[in-house]
């Protein structure tokens, strides 16, 4: 079993930058791919990026290309979402996920576990 506890979230003017951490426990973490989603009001939940066992990035949103960049720190069992130059449109619920295999692929049901949550809210 594993537990996803993510943090970092909250209200900033459009321009702005948040980072947002989600730490995992268990022991396979640096094994495993790791990614983020968001979901907006009345939309489906959709991948941002994700993060290969090795640092491998993949980023899917064509809309945070240049703006967003996943990281992980293995020995810390953490996934990173640095988010500069934020718009209104990035204003969702983000949501870290723990992959089954090692790659990061798109699609919600390559990850096993998800974190609770965590508000961005980017003000015009």
């Known amino acids: 079993q594993v537990q996803l506890v993510e943090s970092g979230g909250g209200l900033v003017q459009a321009g702005g930058s948040l980072r947002l951490s989600c730490a995992a426990s268990?022991?396979?973490?640096?094994?495993?791919?790791m990614a983020w989603f968001r979901q907006a009001p009345g939309k489906e939940r959709e991948i941002v990026q994700a993060?290969?066992?090795?640092?491998?990035?993949?980023s899917y949103a064509e809309s945070v290309k240049g703006r967003f960049t996943i990281s992980r720190d293995n020995a810390k069992n953490t996934v990173y979402l640095q988010m500069n130059s934020l718009k209104p449109e990035d204003t969702a619920v983000y949501y870290c996920?723990?992959?089954?295999?090692?790659?990061?692929?798109?699609?919600?049901?390559?990850?096993?576990?998800w974190g609770q949550g965590t508000q961005v809210t980017v003000s015009s």
């Open positions: 996920a723990f992959g089954r295999t090692g790659w990061g692929y798109s699609s919600v049901s390559d990850y096993d576990y």
């Open positions: 993060i290969s066992w090795n640092g491998v990035i993949i």
């Open positions: 268990g022991r396979t973490f640096s094994s495993k791919a």
